[in-house]
């Protein structure tokens, strides 16, 4: 499977960045071609206590041509436009294969 994984950093007001991010960039996501599945991980602490990152989103491809194909969909870079409306500079974006241990 490949990835688009998405780390956000901890907004300065977690119950807007949330509504934002639930009404308007969620919908968005699920109109990119080829989108298996999008999964959304809250962050709530790290072993050491709180963590700087908010939230971790990973838009699951079946495969590489679907996630290439998704990269330079018109949906995919609307969903990249959109990040500044609620997340500019919070977002890291990393490409990313899945491999079972």
Known sequence: MHK????????EDPESFDK?????????????????????????????????IYLIAEMCFE?????KNAMKS???MDCGKDLDNFAKGLA??????EHTA
């Open 4 to 11: 688009l994984v998405v780390t956000y950093k901890n907004p």
């Open 20 to 52: 934002y991010y639930q009404e308007v960039h969620t919908p968005l996501a699920h109109k990119v071609p080829g989108l298996k599945e999008l999964r959304v991980n809250k962050i709530f602490g790290t072993p050491a206590g709180a963590s700087d």
């Open 63 to 67: 495969d590489k041509d679907a996630f």
């Open 74 to 76: 018109s949906e995919m």
């Open 92 to 97: 890291n974006l990393f490409f990313a294969v």
